[in-house]
């Protein structure tokens, strides 16, 4: 099965997530799993972290860590993604070597072209539809795909309010990997090991 899925962590993290997390992976379309947290203690992260990655080594899927490169590197995480607020592309490049760096570019050619600049190993455009999780992301362009498809070879990411009725149209358009949350950890009809069956 192609692994298309760039799956994020919700907040909350509990025991309940650890055996979630375990049957949703164990589907086998997930390629990357993003560890996307604000205000945990560095204490308790490191714990957080300790379990997720025997869970996502278990299964082959990369581990990413959000926002903090230095930490990416000190929990050796397989990568790091960033948004354009946290912190020098230039400085995490160094710091990460030969580690995964993800960038995110909303729906920006100067942005993606910065990125790569610092060999970014892949872009991530959006929000292109409502998301529960950024609700006031900014909303990107469908043709941003379209021109990435063109004109770069790194791989893309979209973001942003993506379900099983529009994800289909995104990899038309070029995006290689999906990221998905809310729809996973947060249905209100599905349990999440259900739910991640609805994008193969």
Not at 69 to 92: R, T, W
Not at 143 to 160: C, E, H, R, T, Y
Not at 161 to 179: E, F, S, W
Request: glycine share 4%; proline share 2%; aromatic share 12%.
């Amino acid at each position: 099965m192609r692994k298309i899925i760039y799956l994020i962590s919700p907040d909350n993290i509990n025991f309940k997530f650890y055996v979630s997390l375990d049957k949703v992976l164990s589907f086998g379309n997930v390629k990357f799993f993003q560890l996307r947290t604000k205000n945990i203690k560095k204490d308790k992260l490191f714990k957080i972290i300790k379990k997720l990655k025997k869970i996502t080594k278990k299964h082959k899927v990369i581990f990413i860590l959000n926002d903090d490169y230095k930490y990416a590197f000190k929990i050796k995480a397989d990568g790091c993604h960033m948004g354009q607020s946290d912190g020098s592309l230039k400085d995490a490049r160094k710091k990460l070597k030969n580690k995964i760096l993800g960038v995110t570019c909303h729906s920006s050619k100067d942005l993606a072209y910065n990125a790569l600049k610092y060999n970014a190993d892949y872009l991530a455009f959006g929000s292109f539809f409502k998301s529960r999780l950024k609700p006031k992301a900014r909303k990107a362009n469908l043709n941003i795909l379209k021109w990435a498809k063109k004109n770069i070879s790194s791989p893309v990411v979209a973001i942003g309010g993506i379900n099983n009725k529009n994800y289909k149209k995104l990899i038309r358009l070029g995006a290689k990997y999906i990221a998905i949350s809310s729809f996973i950890w947060d249905n209100p009809k599905l349990k999440p090991e259900l739910a991640i069956k609805k994008f193969k």
